[in-house]
């Protein structure tokens, strides 16, 4: 059976696949846990049992008994897998995907015989006798469905000390049980499952088999998590696929081609039962494409992730086929949909018997950036990658939703998006080049990063601040010296709000020859980002926006080596497909910053003023009072204990510091640059406000904190 898109009949799930409407209801139900999940406040308690949920789902979904590490999509989980592990050599199948070619530049390759099949004899010599692999295989391939023989391939590698790492971005749920008994690591994607684009997974059998990079991910990997959709990703697992009905229409599918003169590719071996790779001699692909296309039927000449280059394939080449038979193939394929989504209304942003003070962790979803999503949840599915009308349109979207976000920044640069602020951090830094100067109040995405570029040979330098938080550009002006390469500093800290002079900073930079990066996850939209930026790091769910997307803005002439490896989706090198929906609220969310700046501004400005004539004696501001964002109090009090003031307030979100650190223990590094001692940093706790927050709500909440206060102190 075929979705059908008004008139139009869309045969390319193989590049992505409609929601399920179960996944649909999971990620709206997920809009409501907007709280960040590693907050250690109710809501963040909350949102975070939902994602750990979420997570045990998706590990029984198929049998995992291992570590299951959330990404942001297959890509990111093949290029943590291939740069990370324990073992030294790559081996990947010479029909692999862009993704595993661009992650293992060098990698030795497999060659495959006439139908796909990795040629286990040449696998077998390839491991003899030299150091251990990690061997990179498709379950099944993203062309041409054919399944490799994994128990085969397994049994080979393990025998040689080798790790098995599977790309099963095109497994069917529960298609293959064994995959958990032979694969070290396996690579998921949500969107080719009927859930939603931006996530991924990956498995992994013995994490000491993997170098850990730290972060929020069990240590492996760094970013918010997007728990709306990780929760649509664990529901559309739920839903059992028809397969022997996929394989019965693929066979009539097959027969009918064959029928017509055409070719079945891969057809000695085993394939995937809902894809499907035809040649149809003398009748050049992508010319078939475009009649199909205007026909109303939505097909392939290839991977979505490079079929809008119209390249000859390369899964194809490695099969020995030859031009032009490589220019006439065409990929269908087609899966069984048992209903038609239903359209929600966006609902109120405010949470339910909670004061939410939290911004800086994260803010509440916009009901526009919501209504914005709603549409590419629902009904329009494509990959925005691929080349048909339904592709058309959703690169429309992201496009229209890219110019919204760049209308937040300088003029002269582009936007690429990403899957977070933390992924856009580490392009930046590690995709530069020369010595590196950054601030001792960084966050962790930042600092973190810098310090695995020590690790790996870059100079580096770290500016201390004064007590107000404030870098002395004096000092800078000693470090930033003539062959530094990078300049990175928050617009805004994320801890204290404390506002840093970029342009003065970016100035020295250039004078130094040096690039200027700029984290402005807590600034864009309510601080202006200083011309001289070369690159600026930005994250949606700290503009109202969803979470699982942010961007880099690259200034015109700013090349970076890519991060992940893969399709090159985005221009300037980022590889993985985007989410119509993500971008789409993110772009919302862009939007209203600007429509909404002034009154945000001023309502913001009100409430900081208010609350900060409550505080009575004993209470200090962390930080500059002048050079500050107004929607962040970092209060101290001497001898307060934070943790028993957060029991027993459990009904105000507030935090004890960054909520990326919050489950740490640690004392907060940017108090303790500040020259706190850990007794001053632990009595300090963090407020944050912003556009819903209403006066009364927060009054409320500062005289119950005073209140709470003052309680203990009496009490000792």
Not at 100 to 115: L, Q, T
Not at 289 to 299: C, E, H, W
Not at 377 to 403: F, I, M, T, W, Y
Not at 635 to 644: M, N, P, Q, S, T
Request: proline fraction near 5%; aromatic fraction near 4%; charged fraction near 20%.
């Amino acid at each position: 059976m075929t979705i059908e898109l008004a008139t139009r009949i869309y045969l390319d799930h193989a590049a992505t696949t409609a929601m399920l409407p179960a996944a649909m209801t999971a990620v709206e139900a997920g809009m409501r846990h907007w709280a960040n999940p590693s907050s250690p406040h109710a809501e963040g308690r909350a949102a975070r049992a939902a994602f750990e949920q979420a997570r045990a789902k998706i590990a029984a979904a198929h049998g995992w008994s291992g570590e299951t590490l959330l990404t942001s999509g297959a890509s990111e989980a093949l290029a943590i897998a291939l740069g990370r592990a324990t073992v030294p050599r790559r081996l990947i199948g010479a029909t692999e995907h862009d993704a595993v070619i661009r992650a293992a530049p060098g990698a030795e390759v497999i060659p495959v015989d006439d139908s796909g099949l990795i040629d286990l004899d040449r696998l077998a010599a390839l491991l003899a006798d030299a150091p251990p692999a990690l061997v990179a295989v498709q379950w099944a391939n993203s062309e041409t469905g054919v399944r490799q023989p994994i128990g085969d391939i397994a049994a080979i590698v393990h025998a040689a000390g080798g790790l098995l790492l599977v790309d099963a971005a095109q497994m069917p749920p529960g298609a293959d049980p064994s995959l958990a008994d032979h694969a070290d690591f396996v690579a998921l994607s949500s969107h080719k499952r009927g859930g939603p684009p931006g996530v991924g997974a990956l498995l992994v059998r013995d994490l000491a088999t993997l170098e850990p990079s730290g972060g929020q991910e069990r240590g492996y990997r760094a970013g918010t998590e997007n728990v709306p959709g990780v929760l649509g990703y664990a529901a559309a697992l739920g839903e059992v696929p028809d397969i022997a009905h996929w394989a019965a229409m693929r066979a009539r599918l097959d027969d009918a081609i064959l029928r017509s003169g055409g070719e079945v590719v891969g057809a000695a071996a085993s394939r995937h039962p809902a894809i499907g790779a035809y040649r149809m001699p003398g009748v050049v692909a992508t010319v078939q494409l475009i009649r199909l296309d205007l026909a109303g039927i939505s097909v392939s000449a290839g991977s979505a992730c490079s079929s809008g280059s119209m390249k000859p394939s390369h899964v194809l080449a490695a099969m020995r086929w030859r031009e032009p038979a490589l220019r006439d193939h065409q990929r269908c394929r087609d899966r069984h949909l048992h209903h038609r989504l239903a359209r929600h209304r966006p609902r109120s942003t405010e949470p339910r018997g909670m004061s939410y003070l939290d911004y800086q962790a994260t803010t509440p979803l916009a009901p526009e950036a919501l209504a914005a999503m709603l549409p590419w949840l629902e009904r329009q599915h494509a990959n925005p990658h691929s080349a048909h009308r339904e592709g058309r349109a959703a690169r429309a979207v992201v496009e229209l939703a890219r110019d919204k976000v760049a209308a937040m920044l300088p003029a002269g640069g582009a936007v690429s998006f990403t899957g977070g602020a933390t992924e856009a951090l580490n392009w930046a830094i590690k995709g530069s080049t020369g010595p590196i100067v950054t601030l001792a109040t960084e966050h962790a995405a930042v600092l973190d990063t810098v310090e695995a570029e020590r690790r790996a040979g870059r100079e580096v330098t770290i500016l201390p601040v004064g007590s107000d938080g404030e870098v002395d550009l004096d000092q800078a002006r000693r470090a930033i010296v003539p062959g530094t390469g990078l300049v990175a500093a928050m617009l805004v800290n994320n801890e204290i709000g404390v506002i840093q002079p970029i342009a003065a900073l970016a100035e020295l930079a250039h004078e130094a020859g040096a690039l200027m990066l700029c984290d402005a996850v807590q600034g864009a939209g309510r601080i202006d980002i200083p011309t001289g930026c070369d690159m600026v790091a930005l994250s949606a769910h700290k503009i109202h926006g969803p979470k699982g997307i942010g961007a880099l803005w690259l200034r015109d002439g700013v090349t970076l080596e890519p991060l992940l490896h893969g399709g090159g989706q985005e221009a300037a090198g980022r590889s993985g497909t985007l989410s119509p929906a993500l971008c789409a609220g993110f772009g919302a969310a862009a939007l209203l910053m600007a429509e909404r700046h002034d009154q945000d501004e001023a309502h913001v400005a009100y409430l900081w003023e208010t609350a900060f004539k409550r505080l009575g004696a004993g209470w200090s501001v962390n930080g500059s009072t002048a050079y500050r964002y107004r929607g962040n109090l970092n209060l101290r009090h001497d001898d307060l204990d934070v943790a028993r003031l957060m029991s027993d307030l459990r009904d105000i979100a507030f935090s004890a510091g960054s909520a990326c650190a919050s489950g740490s223990g640690r004392t907060s590094h940017v108090l303790r640059a500040l020259g706190l001692t850990d007794a001053e940093a632990r009595s300090s706790i963090r407020v944050g406000f912003g556009r819903y927050t209403s006066e009364h709500e927060l009054i409320t909440a500062i005289d119950r904190i005073l209140a709470a206060t003052d309680a203990q102190r009496l009490a000792a």
